[in-house]
């Protein structure tokens, strides 16, 4: 069995300098991944640059991304040749389509901004005391994933901030239903630690509660190995 992995975070490109990312450290993911590659598993890790990853192993093939668009294509050459997708990475819900200082805005209409090139390919200008940075929706991944292979186990992680149990659940709930996942992991940042994980594995059927990531990991492997 095939495990496809994905872990870190993705960075979206304001210009050749700098980048808009987000705080994911893909800690988790290589807890997930070694712990596969320790059962026996062949695992193909999709990960950033930056994210923390398991040690070398000869049963693991990792493919490096930057941005949304990169796991896009990683994906949809990896989807089809694998059995489990354990979705971990934290994938940037907007990236930036346009950069313009303030004092631009206010003489010209935003539209008139737009017309002009963009300007990604260099480094914008920093001598302007106020940028407004316009940003457009990524696409949702997780809900392509069941298109690019219908047979698939799909895994995918849910992370809210501040909220109760009861929220919680059901929100991972609702994401299961509308991503075709077969579990989603959901875990609040607030309690979240170098230490402590504490997260619930919500099935169809089923609610299942970890604490670290040590036990994330191991009940992640039962649930594949239940379920194969």
Known sequence: MKILITSGGTSEPIDQVRAITNQSTGRLGRQIAQTFLEAGFAVTLITTPNAMKPQAHPKLQQILIKTTSDLESALQEQVPNHHVLIHSMAVSDYRPLQMVPLEKLQEVPTYQVFLEPEQKGGKHSSTAKHQVIFLEKTPKLIQKIKDWNPAIRLIGFKLL????????????????????????????????DQEQHPAFLVGPEQIDQAHTKQEIAHKLLDFVRKES
Not at 162 to 189: F, H
């Open 161 to 192: 901030v501040s909220v109760s149990s009861e929220e919680l659940i059901s929100i991972a709930q609702a994401s299961l239903k509308k991503n075709r996942a077969d579990l989603i992991v959901a875990n609040d940042l607030s309690q979240i």
